[in-house]
């Protein structure tokens, strides 16, 4: 069950990156972002909803390490204000989706706004259904310190949704203010750094997990978990010199936009930057996914 879990995260992961390159995609080809005639989205729900959802991280940590402690009260009450939190994003998503001003049938900013928009809706509402039904079984005791590998997957995938709205967030909602219509000279690093910036991320997300699976046993055994930290922290490390490397890359590169004077040569590499940043960021959030059970 752990390994199809962390599968499950993997492949959802795969589609966050993609539909982050796809809104990053259309973005960097249209004349307009929002398309001439659009609003930004305003940003007051959304912020508070980023909020809600780190906020019950921490409440879903807690519950976490209640049941490592064999506290069954503070696993059921750490869950159940968890479902409450996300209860209350998906009653403030609901107005928002219905206040929207935007269709999905008029443009392309349309469509991938309300599909970003309903594939993270419809991943809370799956991990509310999934937390409550774990929340009723703590408050019927059924979970020990023998018995927890449900709360061990459903706290993976709780931190996975809401970590993912980070990348959403930033895009839909912070996105347009750095793209503005305009170029600029471009000056790039050598391409070696941009594939660095592609691979280092994942690599180091690979790594943990494989490093991590090898000395499990022997940190039971001796209980050396330093161990486990020093990779988490190492991994982490790494990924961020992936997020670094890119983000550098994309700056230099510049925007380039139709008809800007930019060349294909420039937007292929701000393209690439931008994908290779998106995904060492990821990477970054499942080692920190990963490891914070280490920290107990």
Not at 110 to 115: D, K, L, Q
Request: proline share 4%; with cysteine.
């Amino acid at each position: 069950m752990w390994w199809g879990i962390l599968g499950l995260i993997t492949i959802e992961s795969a589609v966050v990156l993609a539909f982050c390159v796809s809104y990053l995609y259309l973005a960097f080809h249209a004349e307009a972002w929002p398309p001439l005639g659009e609003s930004p989205p305003p940003l007051l729900w959304p912020s508070i909803n980023l909020g809600l959802l780190l906020l019950s991280c921490i409440t879903m940590f807690a519950a976490g390490q209640g049941i490592n402690r064999g506290n069954k009260r503070v696993l059921a009450i750490g869950v159940t204000i968890s479902v409450l939190l996300a209860s209350t994003v998906l009653v403030l998503r609901s107005l928002e989706l219905m206040a929207y001003d935007v269709s999905w049938k008029d443009h392309s900013y349309g469509a991938i706004v309300w599909t970003i928009s309903g594939f993270h809706y419809v991943h809370v509402t799956s991990m509310v259904l999934g937390s409550t039904v774990i929340a009723i079984l703590a408050w019927r005791g059924y979970f020990t310190q023998a018995r927890q590998i449900g709360v061990v997957v459903d706290t993976n995938y709780w931190y996975f949704v809401c970590f993912a709205w980070v990348p959403f967030y930033l895009l839909l909602y912070w996105g347009h203010v750095f793209m503005p219509v305009e170029t600029r000279r471009m000056k790039v690093l050598h391409p070696l750094l941009l594939w660095v910036g592609w691979v280092i991320g994942p690599v180091a997300w690979a790594l943990h997990l494989l490093i991590s699976y090898v000395l499990v046993t022997w940190v039971c055994e001796t209980g050396h978990h330093w161990t486990l930290h020093a990779t988490t922290l190492v991994t982490l490390v790494m990924s961020l010199i992936g997020v670094w490397l890119t983000w550098r890359q994309w700056g230099l590169a510049g925007r380039q936009w139709p008809g800007g004077g930019g060349n294909r040569s420039s937007s292929r590499i701000q393209f690439m930057a931008v994908g290779g940043l998106i995904l060492s960021v990821l990477s970054a959030l499942l080692i920190v996914a990963e490891g914070m059970p280490n920290f107990s």
